[in-house]
């Protein structure tokens, strides 16, 4: 099994480009969700999925948008890249929320 | 403002030492989960504790969740230098909305 598979691992964007990035799983989870991390902040939730075709939004989800068209796949899309957005992105997922979360190796996101 | 304050935010100590590490908050959780994080990797899970009360023994670590499912802490007896990381601790509520603290960063001295 690989888990769950993020790419890209690093990305260079200039202020306005949109893109997305990619996170798949192979465990079959129901669960799968996005996070920014930052200095001193720990993660804070983007956007959240219970299932294919279920999204919802998490504290920090303006400027992203997800969609979860099959269980294994969770993409993530930067309408209009910004400073603001220089992060790094973490994608987990879980059979069930209290079973803990399997964690992708993460995109480094620097806009500029 | 953090849902989860996670105290303290830094912590270095000798090895062999003993530590506690803090996660609080106001709200209530359906389970409470511990991650150890290492530079350039994502989050592993160590724990979840999901009972008000529960207490978790893992080797030398030892996770208690608080009796009104709000607050948790983790205990490191005996620290090794390979303990050293950023250790998270994160709440689900009923929504599978999951929040993390800021993390506490710990390093071990040989």
């Known amino acids: 099994n690989a888990g769950v598979t993020q790419t890209p691992k690093f990305q260079v964007l200039k202020t306005g480009q949109s893109m997305t990035l990619q996170c798949a799983q192979d465990m079959n989870h129901e669960y799968m969700s996005w996070y920014r991390q930052d200095p001193g902040m720990g993660l804070r939730l983007i956007h959240y999925?219970?299932?294919?075709?279920?999204?919802d939004q998490g504290e920090v989800p303006n400027g992203y948008n997800v969609s979860r068209s099959t269980t294994e796949d969770f993409p993530l899309r930067l309408l209009s890249a910004a400073p603001s957005q220089t992060s790094v992105y973490f994608c987990?997922?879980?059979?069930?929320?209290?079973?803990?979360?399997?964690f992708g190796s993460g995109t480094r996101l620097t806009v500029v | 403002t953090q849902l989860l304050e996670q105290s303290p935010q830094f912590l270095s100590i000798q090895e062999g030492e003993n530590l506690t590490v803090y996660c609080n908050s106001s709200?209530?959780?359906?389970?409470l989960q511990w991650y150890r994080q290492e530079p350039g990797e994502g989050p592993v899970l160590l724990v979840t504790v999901v009972t008000g009360g529960e207490v978790k023994k893992l080797k030398r670590l030892t996770f208690q969740f608080g009796d009104a499912r709000k607050d948790s802490s983790l205990h490191i007896t005996a620290a090794q230098p390979g303990d050293t990381g950023l250790y998270l601790c994160a709440g689900v509520r009923n929504n599978n909305d999951m929040r993390f603290g800021a993390g506490t960063r710990l390093t071990v001295k040989p």
């Open positions: 709200s209530v959780f359906s389970s």
């Open positions: 987990a997922s879980t059979q069930w929320g209290d079973y803990g979360y399997t």
């Open positions: 999925s219970v299932g294919a075709g279920i999204t």
